[in-house]
């Protein structure tokens, strides 16, 4: 029970990342610029939260580098995805990411699966096909140019929702492959380095967006009215990855907890945008919704 309180309370911390990127985009301020206050007050909190004795390896190194290089490039694919569709299934693809981890998990670490489970991989899948269809058109006066326009605009969409999902499951698969590699007799890498990675992790983030941010956007154009949304989402990420690193250090099967909070965000965030910020429902929201949550709920049983 407290391992499914804990996969809860990290659903609905993450879900503020979401809300947080919805109340940024109706004031205009793009998806790094949120992403910036994330990485910024997470590499803060990680430096300060790091032990002294923590390992240092260049194993650790590249896993936090590249694994905050995989934050950058979430992000940019967000901001693409906002332009592009609705934002739930933006949201919804994110959190499909229990899929990648769990795969990965059982093919590194074979660790059990059931036939339910399986079917809630299948259904996950189907639901990422079915949120490809919210894209919006491209406009064209012809009508066979149109046709083809609207399979073209839903196969980038069902791509860009691909590449969501892969690098918003980075971190996931990294930390799971850090708490079975082991450190010479001390213990698995994540036990005696975990603060680091996380360092690195949000700092290349920070280094990248920041950069980004800064050399495209104004400062005083975008701080005042990115600052609420941008502590708020941040608060949901370093909270939730400090809740997500206890989960990972008692080395928790990734085929519990990571559907457990996928499902909490993944409500959070698909519901939001239409309870608070007017996206409207149509079939494929709700199709989409529908095939997110029944791959969660047979994934667990």
Request: with cysteine; charged share 10%.
């Amino acid at each position: 029970m407290l391992y499914f309180n804990a996969a809860f309370a990290i659903g609905l911390l993450f879900g503020l990342i979401g809300i947080g990127y919805y109340l940024g985009a109706r004031k205009g301020i793009e998806a790094p610029v949120i992403n910036f206050f994330i990485t910024l007050c997470g590499t803060v909190y990680f430096v300060f939260k790091m032990s002294a004795a923590c390992s240092v390896s260049i194993t650790l190194a590249a896993a936090g580098a590249g694994t905050g290089a995989a934050f950058f490039i979430t992000c940019l694919l967000i901001q693409r995805a906002i332009g592009l569709g609705c934002l739930s299934s933006m949201w919804i693809a994110l959190n499909l990411n229990f899929i990648p981890t769990t795969l990965f998990c059982v093919f590194f670490y074979q660790e059990a699966v059931s036939f339910w489970q399986a079917a809630g991989l299948v259904t996950g899948a189907l639901c990422i096909l079915v949120l490809a269809n919210q894209h919006k058109d491209a406009k064209s006066t012809v009508l066979s140019n149109r046709a083809f326009s609207k399979w073209k605009s839903m196969a980038a969409y069902f791509i860009l929702l691909i590449g969501l999902l892969l690098f918003n499951s980075m971190l996931g698969i990294v930390m799971k492959a850090l708490s079975y590699a082991q450190d010479g007799e001390n213990g698995s890498l994540w036990e005696k380095g975990s603060g680091l990675f996380l360092v690195l992790c949000y700092g290349t983030s920070a280094l990248l967006t920041g950069v980004y941010v800064l050399l495209k956007f104004p400062f005083r154009q975008w701080f005042p009215a990115a600052l609420f949304p941008g502590m708020l989402a941040a608060t949901g990420s370093v909270a939730g990855v400090t809740l997500l690193a206890w989960f990972v250090s008692h080395k928790v099967s990734g085929a519990l907890f990571f559907p457990v909070s996928g499902l909490v965000t993944l409500l959070v965030g698909s519901i939001a945008p239409v309870l608070f910020f007017g996206e409207r429902i149509n079939r494929f929201w709700i199709g989409g919704n529908i095939l997110a949550l029944a791959s969660v709920i047979v994934f667990i049983f």
